[in-house]
């Protein structure tokens, strides 16, 4: 029997992951969105491919959050995008509802689901998930480091004009403007990368994958990005349904790793049959372990401003 993957928001992001998953035969798709007509069209549209991508999945748009019943997976993509001059923290009051909602659907239909937020801001808003729903910690993951670092292996690949698969790259910390890529773990074919790359190329490199969306924001004008965001929380689903025990970098629930505690923080983490079976601590420099404290407090600073938008 497949496995069910319940798609939360059927706009650019939810309409490719809803590709991705039956592209990858990661199991059956339902499509949820509050706008009539749009989930059910994109369904329509993706299943009539099926015969040209070889492909049986079944994948279904409805209106009706009950349809998400028994989903082995919730990956939520419902809000609103980011428009040009907007930080990810400006959506927080915006999307704060939504994401409430959301997660009572969750929790009435599909108990047992393992949910990848990635509504932003995603640090508040995968918090919001957890309590919303009362999972345990390891069934709710935020999307965020799994694109971070791959945006950053993008960027570093075209400075020296080698295939992306040769680089190796981790960003940690909060998925926003203090995003920590830790140097001190990017390497090149095995090769560190501050051997390769001088000190300022590697400042700017940096700095541009801190702002590497609101860069695309800036450029499409009437949205953010979407197919990058896509291929990432199907990652993180795929470790998820097919036990992958995967290495990813991903907003996770801390409990003092890190020296951190009760924060949603971007740090590595094995996704397997068990959700979020374990966190994985690396060794950082003092100058990373700075850099992750001060990104992890704008995270409590910004779940603090939640908590006032909820009146909590």
């Known amino acids: 029997m497949r496995k069910k ?12 992951l809803a590709h991705l998953c039956a592209l990858k035969g990661l199991g059956d798709v339902v499509l949820y969105d509050v706008i009539e007509g749009m989930p059910q069209g994109k369904a329509l549209d993706l299943v009539e491919s099926g015969p040209i991508e070889a492909f049986d999945a079944k994948i279904v748009g409805t209106n009706k959050i009950e349809d998400i019943g028994g989903a082995d997976v919730c990956i939520v993509t419902s809000g609103v995008a980011r428009k040009p001059g907007m930080s990810r923290d400006d959506l927080l009051g915006i999307n704060a509802k939504i994401i409430s909602d959301v997660a009572t659907g969750i929790r009435t239909h599909a108990a ?25 910690k390891q069934r709710v993951v935020g999307m965020a480091g799994v694109l971070d670092s791959a945006r950053h292996r993008t960027f570093l690949a075209m400075e020296l004009g080698v295939s992306v698969n040769s680089v190796q790259a981790l960003v940690l910390g909060g998925h926003g403007d203090d995003m920590v ?12 990368i501050e051997r390769l790359v001088s000190g300022e190329r590697l400042d700017a490199i940096e700095a541009r994958t801190r702002q590497a969306g609101g860069e695309i924001v800036a450029l499409l004008k009437t949205g953010s990005a979407f197919y990058s965001p896509a291929s990432a929380a199907v990652q993180m689903a795929e470790a998820y349904l097919r036990d992958r025990k995967a290495i990813l970098p991903c907003a996770a629930y801390l409990e003092g790793e890190y020296g951190l505690r009760d924060l949603y923080v971007g ?20 100058k990373e372990k700075g850099e992750l404290a001060v990104s992890a407090s704008h995270v409590g600073e910004l779940v603090k401003a939640l908590d006032k938008v909820l009146g909590k």
């Open 5 to 16: 993957i319940a798609l939360i928001g059927a706009g650019n992001i939810g309409g490719t």
């Open 181 to 192: 890529p830790v140097r001190s773990m990017c390497t090149v074919g095995g090769v560190p």
């Open 267 to 286: 740090v590595p983490v094995q996704i397997g049959a068990g959700g979020v079976e374990k966190v994985v601590e690396v060794p950082l420099t003092d």
């Open 112 to 136: 047992s689901a393992f949910v990848i937020v990635l509504t932003n801001p995603l640090d508040a808003m995968v918090t919001l998930m957890k309590r919303a729903t009362g999972f345990p």
